[in-house]
């Protein structure tokens, strides 16, 4: 049987998950980390790190939020850039994004399973 409380460090347990640290891939399936209903990433990046790919995922809504640093988000429509700590931005399942960290900095995500309202 699991623990019901877990503890750990995000960097150190994302670091073989490309910084996700909860979500559908952690095993075994009974640890409290092992959801299908979130994913959780912890990245930190240096300055000039960059994803210039158009990426998308088309089953989950994403939200990342600023820890420090300043952090471009560039989407079809406009470009996002993070500068205060908490600063975010949220995007639905299928918007296509590409990112570049503008200095050194660290940012949270979450993606979780996304149906629109009707």
């Not at 996700?20 to 240096?46: N, Q, Y």
Request: hydrophobic share 40%; net charge negative; glycine share 6%.
């Amino acid at each position: 049987m699991q623990p019901k409380v877990v503890y750990g460090n995000a960097a150190v347990e994302g670091v073989n998950r490309w910084g996700w640290f909860m979500g559908h891939f952690i095993t075994p399936e009974d640890d409290p980390r092992s959801t299908e209903m979130l994913e959780v990433k912890w990245a930190v990046h240096k300055a000039g790190d960059s994803r210039t790919e158009w990426a998308v995922n088309n089953q989950a809504a994403t939200l990342s939020i600023l820890i420090d640093g300043e952090f471009r988000l560039q989407f079809e429509d406009r470009e996002i850039l993070l500068t205060c700590e908490g600063d975010y931005v949220l995007w639905c399942a299928g918007v296509s994004h590409w990112w570049v960290a503008e200095s050194d900095c660290t940012i949270l995500t979450v993606r979780w399973p996304f149906k629109a309202r009707r």
